[in-house]
């Protein structure tokens, strides 16, 4: 059974950061790419990050690019958010997501249940 | 960047009536390489993180009831379920996914 689960959130204070963390089981963790999506509350579904299998390459939303940091831990199957200069903006619920396949790897079949960041001080 | 339009913003439908949601995209999602539209359906309750139901604009994901079903093509995209019923009650958000950034809808609040 694959499972997505998200930690490291909780409130910081403006310009403060955090490092979120995603642990991956039950599918084969390098074998594909994989994603951040934040939910502000009560708002809609916002694509944050994604990182290719290997980790060579990064991709960012432009509202966070030059402020965060995905990487991943091949040997520990685990996901990163590093968030530095975080706004109030960036007050969020925070999903790790799977994609479907290497050809589709940025449509999401499995989800976590997010990890809350709260930006205030 | 590209950029995704749905309407309605909200929606109320009477049990077993049909739902209907739009999605627009700024830029054609069918690319020629393969002739397939990188266009994705969610649907999000209350509390949970959203459910994949539909890919490449008309393909069920594994599970979903075929009561919801995909369409369109380029830039216009349909997401109909069939026949209303009360666990449908949902947001749904469409995707675009040929590159990133992969933007969603602003989400449509389905009611009953």
């Known amino acids: 059974e694959v499972q997505l689960v998200e930690s490291g959130g909780g409130l910081v204070q403006p310009g403060g950061s955090l490092r979120l963390s995603c642990a991956a089981s039950?599918?084969?963790?390098?074998?594909?790419?994989m994603s951040w999506v934040r939910q502000a509350p009560g708002k809609g579904l916002q694509w944050v990050s994604a990182?290719?299998?290997?980790?060579?390459?990064?991709f960012y939303a432009d509202s966070v690019k030059g402020r965060f940091t995905i990487s991943r831990d091949i040997s520990k199957n685990t996901l990163y958010l590093q968030m530095n200069s975080l706004t109030a903006g960036d007050t969020a619920l925070y999903y790790c997501?799977?994609?479907?396949?290497?050809?589709?790897?940025?449509?999401?079949?499995?989800w976590g249940q997010g990890t809350l960041v709260t930006v205030s001080s | 960047d590209i950029v995704m339009t749905q309407s309605p913003d909200s929606l109320a439908v009477s049990l077993g009536e049909r739902a209907t949601i739009n999605c627009k995209s700024s830029?054609?999602?069918?690319?020629?390489?393969?002739?397939?539209?990188?266009l994705a359906w969610y649907q999000q309750k209350p509390g949970q993180p959203p459910k994949l139901l539909i890919y490449?604009?008309?393909t069920r994901e594994s599970g979903v009831p075929d009561r919801f079903s995909g369409s369109g093509s380029g830039t216009d995209f349909t997401l109909t379920i069939s026949s209303l019923q009360a666990e449908d009650v949902a947001v749904y958000y469409c995707q675009q996914y040929y590159d990133p950034p992969c933007p969603f809808g602003q989400g449509t609040r389905l009611e009953i």
């Open positions: 997501a799977k994609p479907l396949d290497s050809a589709q790897w940025l449509v999401f079949d499995y």
């Open positions: 990182i290719t299998e290997s980790g060579g390459r990064t």
């Open positions: 490449w604009a008309s």
């Open positions: 039950g599918f084969t963790f390098s074998n594909y790419a």
């Open positions: 830029q054609s999602l069918l690319y020629s390489s393969n002739n397939k539209n990188y």
